[in-house]
């Protein structure tokens, strides 16, 4: 009898537990063709042993296919809710096909609603990014374009005063790069992010003005495959502080103008330092069946003790770099769960370093376009 009672006690606790559990799975794939120009970021001109390469040896296009597959995962029961999000990614270069990659994105997220007014967070994240680049040994990239990334994040989202919203995370992340010519690199890194948010209304029409900053303490290490003392440890710290108000014209159509400060502190030679800043622009446009976001910014870098040449000689300038940066993502709903995608993105990179004999610090143009069908399951 005692056990009968222990198992319909039990029985009836985990029916009420699934009273207060919801969850809920989404599925989605999506493809888009296009064309991508210069995707390696190579300059249009260099010198190697006396020969001049021109932007026909050096520079790098294709037509391009796409394929995403993202999955979603959200469980939620009393005042907990566990997020999880799986993402593969390919893109397949048909004219230089040993140039093309993929991706892999993973992210699991938990938070509990202690009060109203506090929320607890965690996020473990990998991700996984298998591209070559053209190898340490060749002309133009010598960077390493495959990586390794592992990370965590812990913190709490809590409501200070009314229409306020504030979150304070810790974070680490580890990047390991994949090897290039006989070098190899990777990184810890540790830091802080607080964002805040304050919010109003205006004709019924919510307005936000808010501020998103972080520290970063980024530890390199460099390791060298013929076991030559290359003298590879950095120490980098890195600051970040993001102004936004975001203006609702209407329910579906806003715009959130911004501006960034970001800033590089070389703690290990005093060399590689740099101020970054500049405006910026997103608009959305959200309807039923109609998706629109972009975004536009122009950022000026300025390197402290790195300066500018010419082919010649040093130009009495330190080093300075300018980006045009411009990203559009559009869906439009056809039924059956299937959408028409497009993507436009474009950076342009400027500076004041033309030496026709350095591999990096160069001018660079790189943009893509593509067109779609994304299915919702």
């Known amino acids: 009898m005692k056990k009968r009672n222990v198992i319909l006690a039990v029985l009836i606790a985990f029916i009420h537990f699934l009273g207060f559990a919801q969850s809920k799975n989404t599925f989605?794939?999506?493809?888009?063709?296009?064309?991508?120009?210069?995707?390696?970021?190579s300059p249009k001109e260099i010198r190697v042993n006396d020969n001049i390469l021109t932007k026909e040896d050096l520079i790098s296009n294709s037509i391009y296919q796409d394929i995403s597959i993202g999955y979603k995962y959200r469980y939620k029961w009393r005042k907990n809710r566990v997020r999880v999000l799986v993402k593969p990614f390919s893109r397949i270069f048909y004219e230089n096909f040993d140039d093309s990659y993929w991706s892999l994105d993973t992210k699991a997220k938990y938070d509990y609603k202690a009060t109203k007014k506090i929320t607890f967070l965690a996020e473990a994240?990998?991700?996984?990014?298998?591209?070559?680049?053209?190898?340490?040994?060749q002309d133009v990239l010598i960077n390493p374009l495959g990586y390794t990334n592992y990370g965590i994040t812990a913190g709490t989202d809590f409501v200070p005063f009314h229409a306020n919203e504030m979150t304070?995370?810790?974070?680490?992340?580890?990047?390991?790069?994949?090897?290039?010519?006989?070098?190899?690199?990777?990184?810890?890194?540790?830091?802080?992010q607080f964002s805040s948010a304050q919010s109003f209304f205006v004709h019924r029409l919510e307005h936000k003005i808010g501020i998103?900053?972080?520290?970063?303490?980024?530890?390199?290490?460099?390791?060298?495959?013929?076991?030559?003392?290359?003298?590879?440890?950095?120490?980098?710290?890195y600051v970040k502080g993001n102004l936004f108000y975001e203006l609702p014209f209407s329910e579906k159509f806003k715009i959130k103008p911004n501006f960034t400060y970001y800033?590089?502190?070389?703690?290990?030679?005093?060399?590689?330092g740099f101020n970054q800043y500049g405006p910026g622009i997103?608009?959305?446009?959200?309807?039923?069946?109609?998706?629109?976001?972009?975004?536009?910014?122009?950022?000026?870098?300025?390197?402290?003790?790195?300066?500018?040449?010419n082919t010649e000689m040093a130009i009495g300038e330190s080093l300075k770099?300018?980006?045009?940066?411009?990203?559009?993502?559009?869906?439009?709903?056809?039924g059956n769960g299937f959408s028409l995608?497009?993507?436009?993105?474009?950076?342009?990179?400027?500076?004041?370093?033309?030496?026709?004999?350095?591999?990096?610090?160069?001018?660079?143009?790189?943009?893509y376009a593509g067109i779609g069908v994304l299915w919702e399951l």
């Open 263 to 272: 800033a590089r502190i070389d703690n290990s030679t005093n060399r590689s």
């Open 28 to 41: 989605d794939i999506e493809t888009q063709g296009g064309y991508e120009y210069n995707y390696f970021k």
């Open 212 to 237: 998103d900053t972080y520290f970063k303490k980024r530890l390199y290490d460099t390791f060298n495959a013929s076991e030559i003392d290359t003298n590879g440890e950095r120490d980098w710290d």
């Open 125 to 137: 994240r990998f991700k996984r990014m298998n591209r070559e680049g053209l190898g340490g040994d």
């Open 341 to 367: 995608t497009a993507t436009l993105y474009s950076r342009i990179r400027s500076t004041n370093y033309t030496d026709i004999d350095a591999r990096s610090f160069r001018n660079y143009r790189n943009q």
């Open 321 to 334: 770099y300018e980006y045009a940066n411009f990203q559009l993502h559009a869906s439009h709903k056809i």
């Open 168 to 192: 304070l995370k810790g974070l680490y992340n580890f990047k390991d790069f994949d090897g290039f010519g006989i070098r190899d690199l990777e990184f810890d890194e540790f830091g802080v």
């Open 282 to 309: 997103n608009i959305t446009y959200k309807s039923r069946i109609t998706k629109v976001r972009t975004s536009l910014s122009f950022i000026t870098r300025k390197y402290k003790e790195i300066e500018a040449r």
